[in-house]
C-alpha cells in the first residue's frame, strides 16, 4: 500500500501542529531524485505521522534548502514513536548531511535564571551548544545535535546564539571563544565538551556524566559566572609556576597556557610530537653511532635538541594569576624561550614542524 504525501506551501511549515515528515523541494533534477528516494522510503510505512512535500518556486530567495527532509515530533508521542532509533530504522542513510532534525525539545536561551530553574525542576543536566548565525561548522552540527537531542532524554539540549547582540554578553561570561562550542553542565560544573560532533560521541559523553547530576544546585551561585572543571589532559610537559623559572637555561621553552582551552590543548600534543619527531631523528643512539652525521661534523650535532627543557606554566595556579591578568585569553597560549635575561617568542600564526624547528634553534644559533 503506497504511503499519501500531502503536498502544501512551503510558507505554511510553521504553522503546522501535527507530527510529520517534509521534504522540501526545489525545481532541480537533485530535488526529483530525492523526492524517488523519500517515496520509496516510506513506502508501506503505517506509522502516527502526516508525509507532506513542499515545492519552493524561487529556491535562490529562499532561506529554506531544497532538497531537505525536516522531522518534527513532539514530545508526547514519545511512546508510540520513541525518538531516533525508530526515525533511523525509518530513514537509514536517507540523505546523509541534508537531513535536517527538528525538535521541539531544543531550548532557546533566552536567560540563565530561567534554563538553571528549567534544570532544577526537570532534574536534568544540561547540554548547550554556543554558535554563530553565520558560522559554517555550526550549520554542519545543527543536524547532529538535534539528532541526539531526539535520541537523549535525560538531558535538557539548549542553543545560545551568540551572534545575537542581546547574548554576547552571557557568551563572554561563558569564556566562548569559538562556534560551535558545546558545554555540559552537571549542577556543580560546567565542562567543555571536545569529543567528535557525532550523535555516538555525543550520547557516550551525555552517558559516562549523567550519574554526576547535582539536582539541588543553588542557582543564585551560577548567575553571572563561569563554575568549571578541570579537565584532565595527558601531556608529559612538566607543568611549573612562575617562581621557578629562574632555574631554566638558555634554550630552554616556557608555554604559557590555559588548561581549559582547546587550542592550548593542542599546542600541548603539536610540541610534544614534534619533539619526538626530532629525538627520533637526532636522538642519543643516533648521535652516538653518527647515524645522522657527516664525517666531518663534530659528534654533538644532534645533542643540544637533546638538552632542550620544556615546561608549561598555567593561568590556573593561584602563584601564576598576576602574570595572566596582563594578558588576554585571546593571547594564549605563548611559548617563549630563554635567551639570558631576554625571551624569544614564538611568533608564527600557526603551528607546524617546519616553523617549530626554525623557532628552537635561533637562540642556540643551531640549525635543523
Not at 218 to 247: C, K, Q, W
Request: aromatic share 14%.
Amino acid at each position: 500500500m503506497a504511503t499519501e504525501i500531502e503536498t502544501i506551501s512551503c510558507d505554511d511549515i510553521n504553522s503546522i501542529s501535527s507530527n510529520f515528515i517534509l521534504i522540501i523541494l526545489g525545481q532541480d533534477e537533485q530535488s526529483q531524485k530525492a523526492l524517488s528516494v523519500f517515496e520509496n522510503t516510506i513506502y508501506g510505512h503505517d506509522l502516527p505521522l502526516v508525509f507532506m512535500e513542499c515545492i519552493l518556486d524561487n529556491p535562490e530567495e529562499s532561506e529554506l534548502v531544497a532538497p531537505q527532509v525536516i522531522i518534527h515530533i513532539d514530545e508526547d508521542i514519545n511512546e508510540e514513536l520513541p525518538g531516533l532509533p525508530v526515525v533511523e530504522s525509518i530513514f537509514p542513510n536517507l540523505f546523509g548531511e541534508i537531513v535536517y532534525w527538528y525538535n521541539p525539545a531544543i531550548f532557546q536561551f533566552e536567560n540563565e535564571y530561567d534554563m538553571y530553574n528549567h534544570s532544577l525542576l526537570e532534574e536534568k543536566p544540561l547540554f548547550v551548544k554556543f554558535y554563530a548565525s553565520w558560522c559554517g561548522h555550526c550549520k554542519a552540527l545543527a543536524p547532529v545535535f538535534q539528532a541526539a537531542s531526539l535520541a537523549i532524554s535525560d538531558t535538557l539540549f539548549y542553543e545560545v546564539e551568540c551572534s545575537n547582540p542581546d547574548l554576547r554578553e552571557y557568551c563572554s561570561v561563558m569564556d566562548i571563544r569559538g562556534y560551535p562550542t558545546m558545554m555540559y553542565f552537571d549542577g556543580a560544573v560546567w565542562s567543555k565538551y571536545l569529543g567528535p560532533r557525532s550523535i555516538t560521541a555525543i550520547g557516550s559523553f551525555l552517558g559516562e556524566h549523567r550519574a554526576d547530576f547535582v539536582s539541588n544546585f543553588n542557582i543564585d551561585a551560577y548567575i553571572g559566572t563561569y563554575v568549571t572543571v578541570l579537565e584532565p589532559i595527558e601531556t608529559n610537559i612538566p607543568r611549573i609556576t612562575i617562581s621557578e623559572l629562574h632555574r631554566l637555561e638558555d634554550g630552554d621553552i616556557v608555554i604559557f597556557g590555559d588548561i581549559f582551552d582547546e587550542y592550548t590543548q593542542k599546542v600541548y600534543q603539536l610540541v610534544e610530537d614534534f619533539m619526538y619527531t626530532l629525538w627520533k631523528i637526532v636522538g642519543e643512539d643516533n648521535v652516538e653511532e653518527g647515524a645522522i652525521l657527516e664525517e666531518d661534523e663534530p659528534d654533538d650535532k644532534g645533542q643540544w635538541i637533546l638538552d632542550i627543557e620544556i615546561v608549561r606554566v598555567e593561568k590556573q595556579d593561584e602563584e601564576n594569576m598576576y602574570f595572566f591578568e596582563k594578558y588576554s585569553d585571546d593571547f594564549l597560549p605563548i611559548i617563549i624561550q630563554i635567551d639570558g635575561d631576554q625571551v624569544f617568542e614564538y611568533s608564527g600564526n600557526s603551528l607546524n614542524f617546519e616553523s617549530w624547528c626554525d623557532f628552537i634553534g635561533v637562540v642556540l644559533e643551531k640549525d635543523l
